[in-house]
């Protein structure tokens, strides 16, 4: 019965997605192509350039000792600090020597099955505008501050450069099981919202964490949250706060090992047995989790983001 999943679609142009195949009916502007790139990137004004200073310098105060090695050793490589928007060419340039990935600009998110197709070509499609002051300290669309400098350093560490590039093609097999919200919950709780155990602790290296300071701190020190060690199973059964803090955070013990637990597995049985909706609540703790820390939820049950509770 799998015979269409078994042919590895040809990614080098995009491949057809099958009538029974759902994607999210997009309307796609006029002025962009199949590929939903933009013609060229933004030309970002001198208070755009400003509030990207202002979002790096930030983080910069909040990420040693909290971002894992790996991302800043990603950030050490690129240019991301030198003042303004970084330029998408000569990011994709200093960015291509290292792995071979590109990053590409997009005018905001993309369907499913486009944004897999540039993973699986390793280009990244990054939000081609940036947020303003009033929205400085939270947005809910990626913006290029999110997609670059959140998800761009790790790009350049190799094993999880692959990993990436593996998720885009999982991506459309996952297309035609119809499973793509139990894929989207590995990338929740992996790309965007992953942790992992160093020898000095934990660490973050989702950009979802790190291209924020609050989640940056509440993820790796917090006692609200739960951390629990990967299992790829149990992840791809849990549901995910969209527009607040995490109440459980994921716990790689590195890179290889997250590649090995995904990319080096069959996933056609696992999406067979699972079930349409996610089992697991978000702040859920199972008996057969190898769990790191039991977390309070205090922030949450004193009522999350909107109300005066502080992210302790
Ligand atoms: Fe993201």
């Given at each position: 019965m799998n015979a269409v999943t078994d042919i590895e679609p040809d990614f080098s142009r995009i491949p057809v997605v099958e009538d029974e195949v759902f994607t999210a009916p997009l309307k796609r502007p006029s002025h962009i192509g199949e590929d939903w790139l933009e013609p060229k990137q933004t030309e970002y004004d001198s208070e755009d350039d400003k509030i990207w200073d202002d979002l790096f310098a930030r983080q910069m105060e909040v990420?040693?000792?909290?971002?894992a090695s790996a991302f800043m050793e990603g950030l050490d490589r690129?240019?991301?600090?030198?003042?303004?928007v970084p330029d998408f060419h000569e990011l994709s340039e200093d960015l291509g020597k290292l792995t071979g990935w590109s990053v590409v600009p997009v005018p905001?998110?993309?369907p499913d099955h486009i944004f897999f197709w540039h993973l699986a070509n390793r280009r990244f499609p990054a939000g081609n505008f940036i947020r303003t002051r009033e929205t400085f300290d939270y947005i809910q669309e990626p913006d290029v501050f999110h997609d670059v400098?959140?998800?761009?350093?790790?790009?350049?560490?190799p094993v999880f450069a692959d990993y990436m590039q593996e998720y885009g093609r999982a991506g459309w097999r996952a297309l035609k099981h119809n499973r793509l919200k139990a894929l989207g919950a590995l990338y929740w709780y992996t790309v965007e919202f992953g942790l992992i155990m160093e020898e000095q602790g934990l660490r973050a290296y989702g950009a979802g964490i790190l291209s924020g300071p609050t989640e940056t701190v509440f993820s790796v020190e917090a006692k609200s949250p739960n951390r629990i060690m990967l299992d790829v199973d149990r992840v791809m059964r849990t549901d995910y706060v969209?527009?607040?803090?995490?109440p459980t955070y994921f716990v790689i013990e590195s890179f290889e090992d997250l590649y090995r637990r995904t990319v080096?597995?069959?996933f056609e049985p696992l999406y067979e047995s699972?079930?349409?909706?996610?089992?697991?609540?978000?702040?859920a703790v199972l008996d057969s989790d190898s769990v790191v820390n039991v977390g309070s939820q205090e922030y949450l049950l004193r009522g999350g983001r909107g109300s005066d509770a502080r992210p302790v």
């Amino acid at each position: 019965m799998n015979a269409v999943t078994d042919i590895e679609p040809d990614f080098s142009r995009i491949p057809v997605v099958e009538d029974e195949v759902f994607t999210a009916p997009l309307k796609r502007p006029s002025h962009i192509g199949e590929d939903w790139l933009e013609p060229k990137q933004t030309e970002y004004d001198s208070e755009d350039d400003k509030i990207w200073d202002d979002l790096f310098a930030r983080q910069m105060e909040v990420l040693p000792g909290r971002a894992a090695s790996a991302f800043m050793e990603g950030l050490d490589r690129l240019d991301l600090g030198t003042g303004g928007v970084p330029d998408f060419h000569e990011l994709s340039e200093d960015l291509g020597k290292l792995t071979g990935w590109s990053v590409v600009p997009v005018p905001m998110l993309i369907p499913d099955h486009i944004f897999f197709w540039h993973l699986a070509n390793r280009r990244f499609p990054a939000g081609n505008f940036i947020r303003t002051r009033e929205t400085f300290d939270y947005i809910q669309e990626p913006d290029v501050f999110h997609d670059v400098f959140g998800h761009v350093p790790m790009l350049t560490n190799p094993v999880f450069a692959d990993y990436m590039q593996e998720y885009g093609r999982a991506g459309w097999r996952a297309l035609k099981h119809n499973r793509l919200k139990a894929l989207g919950a590995l990338y929740w709780y992996t790309v965007e919202f992953g942790l992992i155990m160093e020898e000095q602790g934990l660490r973050a290296y989702g950009a979802g964490i790190l291209s924020g300071p609050t989640e940056t701190v509440f993820s790796v020190e917090a006692k609200s949250p739960n951390r629990i060690m990967l299992d790829v199973d149990r992840v791809m059964r849990t549901d995910y706060v969209i527009s607040d803090l995490q109440p459980t955070y994921f716990v790689i013990e590195s890179f290889e090992d997250l590649y090995r637990r995904t990319v080096k597995r069959d996933f056609e049985p696992l999406y067979e047995s699972l079930p349409v909706g996610f089992t697991y609540a978000n702040a859920a703790v199972l008996d057969s989790d190898s769990v790191v820390n039991v977390g309070s939820q205090e922030y949450l049950l004193r009522g999350g983001r909107g109300s005066d509770a502080r992210p302790v």
